[in-house]
């Protein structure tokens, strides 16, 4: 559980090392308490849900699926534990969100970011570790020694044990007291993806972003990312399907209706 009340600035100055001209910064405003599920959701907790063609171990993080497909989840398990589901799903398309729901959901991009960034610790910082560019022995399996020549770019030296996706939560527990944000899997978050931003005097209050679109936002580094723009919790992009690195987790509200 999460009692944030807090306020910080997600994304990043354009003199930032890696920065990307999408990661326009925002102030925001937490003040809602949430929970965030300690793992990415895995294989195994999928399956139970609709069966899934999986590579890797079943306590892996689920990937390939779709946005549509990770919300629907949060809505069958809020149904299964007698919580407000979140989300309007009409056929197997999510048609908008109930802000006030007390059900599951995925994490908004802010606190997806407030997480990775400052929770558990005594200021913000640039990558879930800490401000320091060199990326410290066995914190998260990224692109690593083992993933040469297997993707484009990987970090010299580094070496997490795993040339692919990893059991969920086989590194060290995060500040945040979370595991797998500074890699493993990217993973969905709730808002849709947008480059338009907004005005930077305004201080946005537990935003959830637009009800329906094309894409959605993708946080995270992943057993694939090898580069300092992509290690960054700043990162972020748009996809419309799944991919082989992208999961999921799920949050939901403490409380239902407008309670902060």
């Known amino acids: 559980l999460f009692m944030a009340h807090d306020t910080f600035t997600m994304g990043a100055p354009r ?14 405003r937490l003040s809602k308490p949430f929970y965030a599920s300690l793992y990415e959701v895995t294989n195994t907790q999928f399956t139970q849900f609709k069966q ?17 497909e990770a919300a629907a989840y949060c809505n069958w398990l809020s149904k299964k ?26 994490l908004s991009e802010a606190e997806w970011e407030w997480l990775a960034r400052k929770s558990g610790k005594a200021r913000q910082t640039l990558f879930t570790w800490g401000n320091e560019t060199t990326v410290p022995p066995l914190v998260a399996n990224i692109a690593d020694e083992s993933a040469k020549g297997q ?32 890699g493993n899997v990217s993973e969905w978050v709730h808002d849709v993806y947008s480059i338009v931003p907004v005005a930077s005097r305004t201080t946005e209050t537990n935003p959830l972003g637009q009800s329906r679109g094309q ?14 723009t992509t290690l960054r919790p700043a990162f972020r992009e748009g996809l419309s399907s799944g991919q082989d690195n992208v999961g999921f987790r799920i949050a939901r509200y403490l409380y239902g209706g407008k309670n902060e």
């Open 15 to 28: 003199s930032e090392k890696g920065q990307r001209a999408n990661e326009f910064q925002r102030k925001i």
């Open 52 to 68: 899934h063609t999986f590579s890797g171990p079943a306590g892996a993080p689920v990937t390939s699926i779709g946005w549509h």
């Open 81 to 106: 534990e007698n919580l407000l589901p979140f989300y309007y799903i009409s056929g197997e398309l999510v048609s908008g969100f109930n802000s006030q729901a007390d059900g599951y959901r995925l």
């Open 151 to 182: 993707v484009r770019y990987y970090v010299p030296g580094y070496n997490d044990k795993f040339a692919g996706v990893a059991p969920a939560g086989s590194f060290t527990v995060e500040p945040s007291g979370l595991y797998d944000q500074a």
């Open 215 to 228: 894409s959605h936002v993708i946080k995270g580094a992943n057993w694939k990312s090898g580069t300092i």
